[in-house]
Antibody, heavy 112, light 107 residues
């Protein structure tokens, strides 16, 4: 069955770089897109970016200068890297396949 | 970027009520509109895709419709399990954008 699971550090210091991994199973990354969505505590959903089945990427306009999404198809993993983190980047980060299948999310707190 | 204006932000309602949540797109998105339900501490759940299509396993009391640039999610008879936050998402073009959300709560 389709599964996605996010992993990464729970705490990141301001100005540092966030690295998250979405490990998937039950489907191929070369046939499906994977999106990242985040949700600050108590707030709404925000689309972060996506890597499409062909490997191209798209990013949130406000984040694109700090953001990179990549993948390793042999390991069935999608990676998110965001630099120059600020407290406003504190959020639950979800990965999703086509918005029908979602990971459980991982909380990232930006704090010193 | 395409803006999705969602209303209302909060919707008090009683069990059995018919309720409607609306998103207005700032430019043409065709039927590239999804609706999600999210309960506290949970991942979003896809409810409607293609503006009007019910996702797998979603009760038939949920429906989606479109009138021009206005997209609506309607629950025909509210049940207690429907109390949640609801979001729309346009996927016509990148960057994709969510509506600001609607909290559906018991009156």
């Amino acid at each position: 069955q389709v599964q996605l699971k996010e992993s990464g550090p729970g705490l990141v210091q301001p100005s540092q770089t966030l690295s998250l991994t979405c490990t998937v199973s039950g489907f191929s990354l070369t046939s499906n897109s994977v999106h990242w969505v985040r949700q600050p505590p108590g707030k709404g959903l925000e689309w972060v970016g996506a890597i499409w089945s062909g490997g191209s990427t798209d990013y949130n306009s406000a984040l694109k200068s700090r953001l990179s999404i990549s993948r390793d198809t042999s390991k069935s993993q999608v990676f998110l890297k965001m630099n120059s983190l600020q407290t406003e980047d504190t959020a639950i980060y979800f990965c999703t396949r086509g918005f029908a299948y979602w990971g459980q999310g991982t909380l990232v707190t930006v704090s010193s | 970027d395409i803006q999705m204006t969602q209303s209302p932000s909060s919707l008090p309602a009683s069990l059995g009520d018919r309720v409607t949540i609306t998103c207005r797109a700032s430019q043409d998105i065709g039927n590239y509109l999804r609706w999600f339900q999210q309960k506290p501490g949970k991942s979003p759940r896809l409810m409607i895709y293609g503006a009007t299509n019910l996702a797998a396993g979603v009760p038939s009391r949920f429906s989606g419709s479109r009138s021009g640039s206005d997209y609506s999610l309607t629950i025909s008879s509210l049940e207690s399990e429907d109390m949640a936050d609801y979001y729309c998402l346009q996927s016509k073009e990148s960057p994709l954008t969510f509506g600001s959300g609607t909290k559906l709560e018991i009156k």
